[in-house]
């Protein structure tokens, strides 16, 4: 009788799963269909375009100071201090891209978050509210965690999804 009795118990936990309804979904081609989504990146382009094309003249100032110091370097009468300066300065110039590219690269980054976000929000909600309808116990999405394999009782939700958000 014990013995039936642990088995009934270590098995309670399986059963209930059985009785689990997991439901899927993809944001990621819900973001895509979002027409936020292009509005979004219409705010970004003149942004990333101002940081491009200043990178560009901090490029060409660098090309400049690069080329000033090949010829420096090839004159053989020129003292060590000259050349050593000119080295300094394109180290300089060097460290200035660079600190530009990673201040501008967050500064895009941290704009597209904050473009972005009301539409991840919104897709949030709506997959929330699918899976509250489909009574979902827990909806997995596909475009954040691989999932190797689905059995035949999962729900996909991104239709519902997508009809939720006006996407259909």
């Given amino acids: 009788m014990k013995k039936i009795l642990v088995i009934a118990m270590a098995l309670l936990p399986l059963m209930m799963m ?4 997991i439901g899927i979904v993809n944001s990621q081609q819900l973001f895509d269909l979002m027409p936020e989504k292009a509005d979004a990146e219409a705010k970004l382009k003149p942004l990333s ?8 003249l901090l490029q060409r100032e660098f090309d400049k100071k690069y080329a000033d110091y090949q010829t420096v370097a ?15 300065e394109l180290q300089e110039s060097d460290k200035k891209m660079r600190d530009f590219e990673r201040r501008a690269a967050d500064d ?51 239709p519902i999804v997508k009809r939720l958000l006006g996407l259909e």
């Avoid at 059985?18 to 309804?21: D, E, I, N, S, Y």
């Avoid at 375009?49 to 560009?56: G, Q």
């Avoid at 090839?74 to 300066?85: F, L, Q, T, V």
């Fill in 18 to 21: 059985a009785q689990a309804r």
């Fill in 49 to 56: 375009d101002k940081y491009h094309a200043e990178y560009e």
């Fill in 74 to 88: 090839a004159d053989a009468s020129m003292p060590e201090a000259i050349k050593e300066r000119r080295v300094h």
């Fill in 108 to 158: 895009i980054a941290a704009q597209r978050v904050a473009l972005t976000k009301p539409i991840a929000d919104k897709i949030q909600a709506a997959i929330r509210q699918a899976g509250e309808q489909g009574a979902m116990d827990v909806v997995f999405d596909t475009a954040v965690t691989p999932i190797a394999y689905t059995g035949p009782n999962t729900v996909d939700i991104t």
